[in-house]
Nanobody, 125 residues
Framework: QLQLVESGGGLVQPGGSLRLSCAAS????????IAWFRQAPGEREGVSCI???????NYKESVKGRFTISRDNSKNTAYLQMTSLKPEDTAVYYC???????????????????WGQGTQVTVSS
């Protein structure tokens, strides 16, 4: 079965940190561009993306300097390290992937055809 599974969400105080993981099973991530999206009540928005080889990344403006996307193709896993978390970061976070090997990545959700089930991140005191 081809799937992405997120983990690492939870409740954290403002200013705290979390690391989300996205593990692929049934396929290898080497040829895939990966992104993290989040959805609070309202529209789904792109948070960050990383290209297949891991040398190109992009971030939503409001998370630059606080979030870091990475991947370990040997572990078939991608990560989103989140620091200095704010209440407005509260959302369900999804990882997504599509097969694309270029020196670029995208945060437009319609490009992605493989999605995880989501993990809740709540930032509150």
């Amino acid at each position: 079965q081809l799937q992405l599974v997120e983990s690492g969400g939870g409740l954290v105080q403002p200013g705290g940190s979390l690391r989300l993981s996205c593990a692929a099973s049934g396929f290898t991530l080497d040829d895939y561009t990966i992104a993290w999206f989040r959805q609070a009540p309202g529209e789904r928005e792109g948070v960050s993306c990383i290209n297949s080889s891991g040398n190109v990344t992009n971030y939503k403006e409001s998370v630059k300097g606080r979030f870091t996307i990475s991947r370990d193709n040997s572990k078939n896993t991608a990560y989103l390290q989140m620091t200095s978390l704010k209440p407005e970061d509260t959302a369900v976070y999804y990882c997504a992937a599509f097969r694309f090997r270029q020196a670029m990545c995208f945060m437009s959700w319609w490009r992605y055809d493989r999605w995880g089930q989501g993990t809740q991140v709540t930032v509150s005191s």
